[in-house]
C-alpha cells in the first residue's frame, strides 16, 4: 500500500540531498574535471533557484514521508538529509572520516523502504543496511582511486589521496565482510539458508578484486574492481529476493508476513 507514495517522496527527498551537496561544493567543484560541468557550476542555474528547489523537495518529502507512511520513516528521511548536508559535505574538505559517514548516508535507503513497508525497524532491515555499508567502501574507494589527482585539486580529504594504504585495506576488508553479512541472513530472518551459499561465488569474486587491487594497487586493479561492484550489489539483492524466507515459517519475533523483503 505504501511502496508507490513511498518510493516517490523517497526520490524526493534524495533530489533535494543532492542539490544541497551541489550548492555547497559549487567553488570546489569547478576545480575538478569530473564536476566542472554541473549546472550550478556553470551558472546554467542560480543559487537562489537551487536552494529553492532543494527545500521544496526536501521539507514536503520528509513531511509526507511522516504523514503518509510512518513517522519511522519520515524520521529515518529527515536524518538522511542531515547526515548528507550537514556531516557528510563539509567533511570531505576536512577529514578522511567523510568515507564512513557517507556509506552510513547510502544505507539508510533501504531501511527507508523496509520500515515504509513493515511500519518496524527489524534485524533484517539493518541488514539490508549493513550489505549497503560495507558494499560501498569497495565501490567508492576503487573509483576514488582513479580520480586522486581531480580529488586532491578539489581539496577533498579522501582516503585514496591522503591514505592510499588504507584505501585498499579498507576496500580489502569489506568486500570479505559481505561473506559474513551474507550468512547472517538466515539468522535475521531475512532469507533461507541457500542465501549465504548462493551468494558466496559473487562474494568471493569481488573479494578477489580487491584482494588484487590491495597488492597491485593500479589503475587497472582499481577499475576491475568498481565495474565489478556495479554488478554485484543488484544481484546480490536479487539473490537475497530469490532465497527470502517464506511467511509460513517466520515466527512472531520474525518480520511481518506480508512481504519481508521490500521490493
Known amino acids: 500500500m505504501h511502496l508507490l507514495p513511498s518510493a516517490l517522496q523517497s526520490a524526493v527527498v534524495l533530489c533535494g540531498e543532492s542539490v544541497f551537496l551541489e550548492y555547497f561544493e559549487v567553488p570546489f567543484d569547478s576545480n575538478m574535471n569530473r564536476t566542472k560541468n554541473r549546472p550550478l557550476v556553470r551558472g546554467q542555474i542560480s543559487p537562489l533557484h537551487a536552494v529553492s528547489f532543494a527545500l521544496a523537495c526536501g521539507v514536503p518529502g520528509v513531511a509526507l514521508l511522516t504523514l503518509a507512511v510512518n513517522p519511522l520513516t519520515g524520521f529515518l528521511g529527515a536524518l538522511n538529509i542531515f547526515l548528507y548536508t550537514c556531516c557528510y559535505t563539509p567533511l570531505k574538505r576536512l577529514s578522511i572520516v567523510n568515507t564512513w559517514?557517507?556509506?552510513v548516508v547510502g544505507a539508510i535507503p533501504p531501511v527507508i523502504g523496509?520500515?515504509?513497508?513493515?511500519g518496524s525497524l527489524d534485524p533484517a532491515a539493518l541488514l539490508m543496511g549493513a550489505f549497503l555499508y560495507s558494499w560501498q567502501f569497495p565501490h567508492f574507494n576503487a573509483l576514488s582511486w582513479n580520480l586522486r589527482e581531480d580529488y586532491s585539486r578539489g581539496g577533498y580529504r579522501m582516503m585514496s589521496v591522503t591514505h592510499p594504504d588504507m584505501c585498499r585495506r579498507v576496500a580489502l576488508r569489506h568486500s570479505v565482510a559481505l561473506v559474513g553479512l551474507s550468512c547472517l541472513g538466515p539468522a535475521a530472518g531475512l532469507t533461507t539458508w541457500t542465501f549465504p551459499l548462493v551468494s558466496l561465488p559473487i562474494n568471493l569474486y569481488i573479494s578477489y578484486l580487491a584482494l588484487r587491487f590491495y597488492h597491485r594497487a593500479d589503475r587497472g586493479?582499481?577499475?576491475k574492481l568498481f565495474f565489478c561492484s556495479l554488478w554485484h550489489l543488484p544481484m546480490l539483492l536479487l539473490l537475497a529476493l530469490t532465497c527470502?524466507?517464506?511467511?509460513?515459517?517466520q515466527s512472531g519475533a520474525d518480520l511481518p508476513s506480508a512481504n519481508p523483503v521490500p521490493s
Open 101 to 103: 559517514v557517507g556509506a
Open 244 to 249: 527470502k524466507k517464506p511467511a509460513k515459517e
Open 114 to 118: 523496509w520500515t515504509a513497508a513493515t
Open 221 to 223: 586493479s582499481a577499475r
